[in-house]
Nanobody
Framework: QVQLVESGGGLVQPGGSLRLSCTAS????????MGWYRQAPGKQRELVAA???????NYADSVKGRFTISRDNAKNTVYLQMNSLKPEDTAVYYC??????????????WGQGTQVTVSS
């Protein structure tokens, strides 16, 4: 019924930038909070940044000042601009959205993940 599709990952050198995108499609009535999580090998998945339907944001301490989350409600899309990337940012990045589905209710959905590798 609902699908989240991510794009924008890749290999970048330390200090470089990447922009991730995640677009929701399907029987969507409305989208509440959207966010980005990441999971490095051998580690638990952690919240990177989140944005509410009204635009309020919060960030993990490790990315404050370097990453910016934003959303385009008309396109059902959330973005993550990542600047000054460090090797420790290397992980699979996942998009998550809290979506009210037409005639069904509110559910949390996850994207398939996109690999971000920061290495020289």
């Amino acid at each position: 019924q609902v699908q989240l599709v991510e794009s924008g990952g890749g290999l970048v050198q330390p200090g470089g930038s990447l922009r991730l995108s995640c677009t929701a499609s399907g029987s969507i009535f409305s989208i509440n909070a959207m966010g980005w999580y990441r999971q490095a090998p051998g580690k638990q998945r952690e919240l990177v940044a989140a944005i509410g339907s009204g635009g309020s944001t919060n960030y993990a301490d490790s990315v404050k000042g370097r990453f910016t989350i934003s959303r385009d409600n008309a396109k059902n899309t959330v973005y993550l601009q990542m600047n000054s990337l460090k090797p420790e940012d290397t992980a699979v990045y996942y998009c998550k959205a809290s979506i009210v589905v037409v005639t069904s209710g509110r559910y949390d959905y996850w994207g398939q993940g996109t690999q971000v590798t920061v290495s020289s």
